[in-house]
């Protein structure tokens, strides 16, 4: 027998030495829940660790993500305010623009990735402007490109559209440009699915809709060569990066995303996703840490360069007590 593949695997060494992939803290993209007001820590019941956060609480907790390597954070609002159109998601002194400009000041050096969604920001809680009980695909548009401009304005690095709307990139794309924002990047929210994954996520953002679902422009789990369409459709209109979400339960997505696309590749490891494990851990019956890793390297594994993970502070924590993950 000249072949034994068991030679690649006699120690920890060797075994490091033939690692295909590895999850680096660079990977990872820390999401955060920005609340008006102050002193504000308000914990959410669904997601244990995950707190919504007033911006003098935010700070302390970018200041421990930063100083345990974390350099790229993806910021929700939680606005007192909310009408029928979401206008506060483009006021120039909303939450997330006074977050963003706040740790700008301080940290120049980290990526600040604005979400761009009408969901937080409306009375409905839907992603677009309602009619007659219909998302207004094309009358969304100017409002998400509004919502962009104030983001790149505050100092975001990258907006990222999670509304799938359809045309929004290449809108959003455009509006930027016209406003002398062409360094800001657009970080697509391209397959994005109506998944049950993402229960939790609304508890903490306040976004769950007060009528019906998102169906009709979130993703059917069903469909995989659609989300092709729907990357190819992206990068047509000028992204510069590209998603799939959910995480763990699309990796074939994410894995047809990486052989057929060259941009880099993103991926969410959402709420549900997080929620469970730490259900599971809670219940003694995983090991968090080595799930974790796990389920960071299978998304690795299919194709993803970047992770969004409520997981990136306890990773970056383990790693830094060099514990064996």
Same mark, same amino acid.
Not at 104 to 112: G, I, N, S
Not at 128 to 133: A, K, N, P, R, T
Not at 151 to 173: E, K, N
């Given at each position: 027998? &000249?072949?034994?593949?068991?030679?690649?695997? @006699?120690?920890?060494?060797?075994?490091?030495?033939?690692?295909?992939?590895?999850?680096?803290?660079?990977?990872?993209?820390?999401?955060?829940?920005?609340?008006?007001?102050?002193?504000?820590?308000?914990?959410?019941?669904?997601?244990?660790?995950?707190?919504?956060? /007033?911006?003098?609480?935010?700070? @302390?907790?970018?200041? *421990?993500?930063?100083?345990? !390597?974390?350099?790229?954070?993806?910021?929700? !609002?939680?606005? *007192?305010?909310? =009408?029928?159109?979401?206008?506060?998601?483009?006021?120039?002194?909303?939450?997330?623009?006074?977050?963003?400009?706040?740790?700008? =000041?301080?940290?120049?050096?980290?990526?600040?990735?604005?979400?761009?969604?009408?969901?937080?920001?409306? /009375?409905?809680?839907?992603?677009?402007?309602?009619? =007659?009980?219909?998302?207004?695909?094309?009358?969304?548009?100017?409002?998400?490109?509004?919502?962009?401009?104030?983001?790149?304005?505050?100092?975001?690095?990258?907006?990222?559209?999670?509304?799938?709307?359809?045309?929004?990139?290449?809108?959003? &794309?455009?509006?930027?440009?016209?406003?002398?924002?062409?360094?800001?990047?657009?970080?697509?929210? /391209?397959?994005?699915?109506? /998944?049950?994954?993402?229960?939790?996520?609304?508890?903490?953002?306040?976004?769950?809709?007060?009528? !019906?679902?998102?169906?009709?422009?979130?993703?059917?789990?069903?469909?995989?060569?659609?989300?092709?369409?729907?990357?190819?459709?992206?990068?047509?209109?000028?992204?510069?990066?590209?998603?799939?979400?959910?995480?763990?339960?699309? *990796? =074939?997505?994410?894995?047809?995303?990486?052989?057929?696309?060259?941009?880099?590749?993103? @991926?969410?490891?959402?709420?549900?996703?997080?929620?469970?494990?730490?259900?599971?851990?809670?219940?003694?019956?995983?090991?968090?840490?080595?799930?974790?890793?796990?389920?960071?390297?299978?998304?690795?594994?299919?194709?993803?360069?970047?992770?969004?993970?409520?997981?990136?502070?306890?990773?970056?924590?383990?790693?830094?007590?060099?514990?064996?993950?």
């Amino acid at each position: 027998m &000249r072949t034994r593949l068991r030679r690649l695997r @006699t120690g920890d060494t060797i075994r490091d030495l033939v690692r295909e992939n590895e999850v680096r803290l660079t990977d990872l993209i820390y999401p955060v829940f920005v609340a008006e007001g102050k002193n504000i820590r308000n914990p959410v019941e669904s997601m244990p660790g995950i707190c919504q956060l /007033s911006i003098d609480n935010l700070m @302390t907790e970018i200041d *421990l993500a930063v100083s345990l !390597g974390i350099r790229a954070f993806l910021f929700f !609002g939680i606005p *007192l305010h909310k =009408d029928e159109t979401g206008s506060g998601a483009w006021h120039r002194d909303n939450v997330v623009a006074r977050a963003i400009r706040a740790i700008k =000041d301080k940290y120049p050096q980290v990526v600040l990735i604005a979400d761009i969604c009408l969901c937080e920001y409306t /009375s409905h809680g839907h992603c677009g402007v309602i009619h =007659d009980g219909c998302i207004m695909n094309d009358e969304t548009l100017p409002l998400l490109a509004r919502m962009s401009v104030t983001m790149a304005d505050a100092g975001a690095d990258i907006v990222a559209p999670s509304d799938m709307m359809d045309g929004r990139i290449g809108y959003i &794309r455009d509006d930027l440009d016209r406003h002398g924002f062409t360094d800001v990047a657009v970080m697509a929210y /391209s397959a994005k699915f109506a /998944s049950a994954y993402y229960s939790p996520f609304r508890d903490a953002a306040h976004s769950a809709p007060a009528f !019906g679902d998102r169906r009709t422009y979130q993703m059917d789990p069903a469909n995989g060569r659609e989300a092709l369409r729907e990357l190819a459709e992206d990068e047509a209109e000028g992204a510069d990066y590209l998603m799939v979400k959910p995480a763990l339960a699309y *990796l =074939d997505v994410l894995r047809e995303a990486r052989q057929n696309f060259r941009l880099p590749l993103v @991926t969410y490891n959402v709420s549900g996703e997080y929620a469970m494990v730490k259900a599971a851990a809670a219940a003694g019956f995983i090991d968090e840490k080595r799930i974790v890793h796990e389920n960071l390297l299978a998304m690795k594994r299919a194709g993803a360069d970047l992770i969004i993970t409520y997981h990136a502070v306890d990773y970056a924590k383990w790693l830094a007590q060099k514990e064996k993950l």
